[in-house]
């Protein structure tokens, strides 16, 4: 099995080649090759590429990585299935290609020249091109070689080497447990609040940012698993509260569902101010990407077409907040920085309820994460000791509060749920300032770009009058 990952390199070319070709780990360059380069004069030759088509700067070239199973594969067989994928994928760039040998596991290094020897265009991959293409060419020359490959369902994304072992291993990691976790808390959980009480209760700390963070305690950096799977985004997971768990699992509904509110049927007016702005350059836009006279689009203007999908999503905003001049616009931003002021302040005013009662609801947390630790520790198992006094001195706060355990379970699934809810609202009235202030960054150069296409569509004109 190989899991392949490419890298943009912009360093010095002559110390990534000089990394690659290590004797110390090629058995002394046996295990390396060239494809449309001489050897020990590689850099040289991406060099003179490069500057017979004038393209000397940018990304200097880019460096695959493939990295097979532990135990596998041999040496001789990685470098061939190395060689096979330049000669497929990298025919007409010069590689350098080495296996090295000197860690765990077998790892095979591509590196080639950013620019196409033979076209002189610059190499450019898209996420959808490296399914598509180059982890499709890697695994098929893996089953032709008998060797086993990443299949559906399977983490696609890159994982560090150590949770790559232990995963090939069908040993747990920090990651499944995690996911674990978070999956029988969603299934326990009755809201959002309630949801992020049950994961501190099984000893996460939880950061709500711009996404929503998990760590266990002594853990030094915080888990977002939500970048890897919908489900765990905080959306997900109030949807996935809500009962639709299964059908989200199942790929029968996404874990983010867009419920545009009911508005009933409203006759549009008449444009005027941005608004009316927005719908031309909109107009000019789409008329630029369909004409085919004059054959060349400048780079700016084709650029400009391929955000038209942004500036929709502008003019909608203008729209449903009735924004056509510049006074509209400061006022609804004096609103908005208003209402982000009061956020703010209900925030601040949770965070210190929170902190007063955090001694409490650390040893609420405590009481019970380590139960089972003190259950064991009861029976005779040694090793429980620090996790049976952190327990029995969590049993001794709770004790000496005045309030009832449940009543205070209750109250801090409510602050907490209070704080997700508020950090919600905090995160849309940001979108909103920064979608104000690209709006009013946007609009000079809009207004020059229809003067622009209207005077290209003039002399258009008049050449067909002309004819």
Aim: hydrophobic share 35%; charged share 30%.
């Amino acid at each position: 099995m190989a899991v392949t990952k490419i890298l943009a390199r912009s360093a010095r070319l002559d110390r990534i080649i000089q990394y690659v070709l290590n004797g110390g780990k090629t058995d002394g360059h046996i295990l390396t090759a060239h494809q449309n380069c001489d050897p020990g004069r590689e850099c040289r030759q991406m060099l003179d590429t490069k500057r017979e088509v004038g393209k000397m700067g940018g990304r200097q070239c880019y460096h695959i990585i493939q990295s097979f199973k532990p135990g596998e594969v041999s040496p001789e067989l990685a470098l061939e299935i190395a060689k096979e994928f330049a000669a497929e994928y990298l025919a007409n760039y010069e590689v350098v290609i080495a296996t090295h040998i000197d860690k765990g596991h077998i790892h095979s290094h591509l590196v080639f020249n950013s620019v196409n020897a033979q076209t002189g265009e610059k190499y450019h991959v898209t996420t959808q091109e490296y399914y598509q293409q180059i982890r499709a060419v890697s695994d098929r020359l893996c089953r032709e070689h008998g060797l086993s490959v990443l299949m559906a369902g399977q983490p696609s994304q890159a994982v560090s080497y150590a949770e790559w072992v232990r995963q090939s291993k069908g040993q747990p990691t920090f990651r499944t447990m995690l996911e674990a976790d978070l999956h029988t808390a969603i299934d326990g959980a009755n809201d959002l609040g309630h949801f992020y009480l049950l994961m501190e209760h099984k000893g996460y700390e939880i950061y709500h940012g711009n996404r929503l963070g998990f760590r266990l305690r002594g853990q030094g950096r915080f888990m977002y698993p939500g970048r890897r799977n919908g489900l765990f985004t905080e959306e997900g997971i109030r949807a996935a509260i809500e009962g639709n768990l299964t059908a989200i699992e199942a790929g029968l509904r996404p874990a983010n569902l867009r419920r545009p509110a009911y508005r009933p049927y409203k006759k549009h007016p008449k444009y005027t101010g941005f608004m009316a702005l927005y719908v031309h350059y909109l107009y000019v836009l789409g008329k630029a990407g369909q004409r085919q006279y004059p054959p060349k689009v400048t780079p700016r203007l084709r650029q400009e077409v391929t955000r038209a999908e942004r500036y929709r999503a502008q003019l909608a905003f203008l729209r449903e907040n009735e924004i056509s001049t510049p006074e509209e616009m400061s006022a609804f931003e004096a609103r908005t920085e208003e209402t982000l002021a009061d956020l703010t302040k209900q925030r601040t005013i949770l965070n210190v309820r929170k902190k007063r009662r955090k001694k409490l609801y650390d040893a609420l947390a405590d009481a019970e994460a380590l139960a089972p630790a003190a259950r064991l520790y009861g029976e005779g198992l040694s090793g429980m000791e620090e996790e049976f006094v952190r327990y029995m001195d969590a049993l001794d706060v709770l004790e000496g509060c005045p309030i009832p355990r449940d009543r205070l379970t209750a109250e801090k699934a409510d602050v907490y749920r209070q704080l997700a809810e508020v950090n919600r609202q905090i995160r849309a009235e940001r979108k909103k300032l920064a979608l104000c202030r690209e709006i009013r960054e946007n609009l000079p150069r809009m207004e020059q770009d229809i003067q622009n296409i209207e005077m290209k569509d003039e002399v258009i004109r008049d050449d067909d009058r002309r004819r």
